[in-house]
């Protein structure tokens, strides 16, 4: 679920005025699962624009705000929502932890970095759901850690359907600032692709691990 359709539009706008997000229908990117795709985001980019990471850490801290009620720490996905969760938790006021993809082999062997106690009610800040399995994972180690997992905020999603059956599987409450449809929507309002070009983004979207042009 998007915050609102302003916000969502608003960070379709900016992801793509940075090259956070670029669309290549003709050129499609490969990813690192093999799948060629039209699409490839890397929210990373953001944290070097202030003006943008701010206007995205103060969306999520407000939204979290209104929908959450309390919350005592923030935890960032590793590695890609370390920087933005970071930022989250200092607007807030609040501690932050990051989720390791796996325990360390070595040392205290964590997968939660930082300071949890039993009980705390935790939000998750993603940078960007696609299948949603690597941010569910995080999730389950919150749990495990027998942390309260409030609900999960990201800046952008795919909205594959096997992400909503994911999240809803695991009884994850998912609000993202943007997501596919809206960034559609910006980039056909502002040219940045043409009518010929969003079919072709909506074959893929409803069928990325089949879609293939060549």
Request: aromatic residues 10%; glycine residues 6%.
């Amino acid at each position: 679920m998007i915050f609102n359709k302003e916000t969502a539009k608003k960070t379709a706008e900016v992801l793509l005025q940075v090259n956070a997000i670029k669309l290549q229908p003709n050129d499609p990117f490969t990813w690192a699962s093999g799948w060629k795709s039209p699409i490839y985001c890397d929210n990373r980019i953001v944290l070097s624009f202030p003006p943008i990471r701010n206007y995205i850490r103060t969306a999520m801290a407000k939204h979290i705000q209104a929908e959450y009620g309390t919350v005592d720490v923030i935890a960032g996905v590793a590695t890609g929502a370390i920087g933005i969760g970071i930022l989250v938790a200092e607007e807030l006021g609040l501690p932050f932890v990051y989720i390791r993809p796996e325990a360390k082999s070595h040392g205290r062997q964590n997968q939660i970095e930082g300071y949890l106690e039993s009980g705390q009610n935790v939000v998750v800040v993603e940078d960007l759901i696609s299948t949603g399995k690597s941010s569910l994972k995080a999730v389950k180690a919150l749990r495990d850690a027998k942390a309260n997992v409030k609900g999960m905020v990201a800046i952008f999603s795919y909205g594959f359907e096997i992400a909503k059956q994911n999240f809803e599987s695991e009884r994850v409450n998912l609000h993202t600032l943007s997501n596919y449809e809206n960034l559609i929507e910006q980039a056909l309002d502002t040219k940045y692709i043409t009518s010929e070009e969003q079919d072709i983004l909506a074959l893929w979207n409803a069928n990325p691990g089949e879609w293939n042009r060549f």
